[in-house]
């Protein structure tokens, strides 16, 4: 065949053909990829679902009036110290308890508990019975967290002040990410 002559008709259904296959094959990358895992939730999905649990589990035992004071959560290495996150987790989970009808005390109108200014409120151990009698609280909401190279691991309790029982625990971990660094003390 030379240069000139037009292809055969054979050719040209082969030519087809291939040009139609990398059109479909070429749409296909845009379609969603099924086997796609789902993204991880985040912070506040899996503090929400912590709090359910913590509602779930204690609410029978104490009562949905019971008044309970939420602290910062602090570091499981120095539980004398906390950061943003901290705080945060605690504000989170105190919305989430509220949400969930608990009658929550709003403690940063109250000097009872040591607040300290860039750390929150610790509850300390010689201040829970103080704690209780001050505010008619019952509960106390307190949680620790601890960074892993990857990850970030919160735990949260509610504790019956008068017999320090544990009335409801829940843990959960997310993926650490640029905000969750950003939120931890920039020594981590």
Same mark, same amino acid.
């Given at each position: 065949?030379?240069?000139?002559?037009? #292809?055969?008709?054979?050719?040209?259904? +082969?030519?087809?053909?291939? @040009?139609?296959? %990398? !059109?479909?094959? $070429?749409?296909?990358? *845009?379609?969603?990829?099924?086997?796609?895992?789902? #993204?991880?939730?985040?912070?506040?999905? +899996?503090?929400?679902?912590? @709090?359910?649990? %913590? !509602?779930?589990? $204690?609410?029978?035992? *104490?009562?949905?009036?019971?008044?309970?004071?939420?602290?910062?959560?602090?570091?499981?290495?120095?539980?004398?110290?906390?950061?943003?996150?901290?705080?945060?987790? $605690?504000?989170?989970?105190?919305?989430?308890?509220?949400?969930?009808?608990?009658?929550?005390?709003?403690?940063?109108?109250?000097?009872?508990?040591?607040?300290?200014?860039?750390?929150?409120?610790?509850?300390?151990?010689?201040?829970?019975?103080?704690?209780?009698?001050?505010?008619?609280?019952?509960?106390?909401?307190?949680?620790?967290?601890?960074?892993?190279?990857?990850?970030?691991?919160?735990?949260?309790?509610?504790?019956?002040?008068?017999?320090?029982?544990?009335?409801?625990?829940?843990?959960?971990?997310?993926?650490?990410?640029?905000?969750?660094?950003?939120?931890?003390?920039?020594?981590?």
């Amino acid at each position: 065949m030379s240069f000139n002559q037009r #292809p055969t008709g054979r050719l040209t259904g +082969r030519l087809l053909t291939l @040009a139609i296959l %990398l !059109l479909v094959l $070429s749409g296909c990358s *845009l379609l969603p990829n099924r086997q796609a895992t789902a #993204p991880e939730p985040s912070m506040l999905t +899996r503090v929400d679902e912590a @709090a359910d649990k %913590l !509602l779930a589990t $204690s609410s029978e035992q *104490l009562g949905n009036r019971a008044p309970i004071i939420a602290t910062t959560f602090v570091d499981i290495d120095q539980l004398d110290q906390s950061s943003t996150l901290g705080r945060t987790l $605690s504000e989170t989970f105190t919305s989430r308890l509220v949400q969930g009808g608990m009658n929550v005390i709003e403690v940063k109108m109250r000097d009872s508990l040591y607040i300290e200014q860039n750390t929150g409120e610790l509850i300390l151990s010689r201040n829970v019975q103080r704690l209780s009698d001050n505010h008619d609280a019952q509960a106390v909401l307190l949680g620790t967290y601890a960074q892993g190279e990857n990850t970030l691991f919160v735990n949260a309790r509610l504790v019956r002040i008068m017999d320090r029982q544990v009335l409801g625990a829940s843990s959960f971990e997310v993926p650490m990410d640029n905000d969750i660094r950003t939120l931890l003390p920039s020594n981590w």
